[in-house]
């Protein structure tokens, strides 16, 4: 009751070879592929979250200059309270 060991052909090794070959390759080849995309991803997000700091800087700078500012105050030159020195300095201000 020996049982007989066939013998695997050749053609079979050389497929199992090319196989594992073709599979490595393909793994490589679509690792490299994610890794470029994911890059890119990156690469996209980096730029958008910079675009995002951009307008967001922009409108706090266009809020800045909408304020009223000290330039456009109104002095009441009757009033008992009123201040000399700030008118001053307000009118130097102006032509500096």
């Known amino acids: ?7 695997v052909s050749s053609l079979f090794k050389i497929a199992r070879w090319v ?7 393909y793994g490589y080849v679509h690792a ?8 890119e991803r990156r690469i996209e997000k980096e ?9 967001e800087a922009k409108k706090k700078y266009a809020e800045s200059k909408s304020t009223p500012d000290s330039s456009s105050e109104k002095f009441n030159f009757d009033d008992p309270n009123f201040d000399a020195d700030k008118w001053f300095k307000h009118f130097e201000s102006k032509f500096k």
């Not at 009751?1 to 013998?7: G, K, L, T, Y």
């Not at 196989?19 to 390759?25: H, K």
């Not at 490299?32 to 890059?39: D, F, G, M, S, V």
């Open 1 to 7: 009751m020996s049982a007989s060991v066939r013998e």
């Open 19 to 25: 196989a594992l070959g073709g599979g490595l390759s």
């Open 32 to 39: 490299r592929t994610l890794h470029k995309e994911a890059n």
């Open 47 to 55: 730029y958008e979250r910079k675009v995002a700091l951009i307008q």
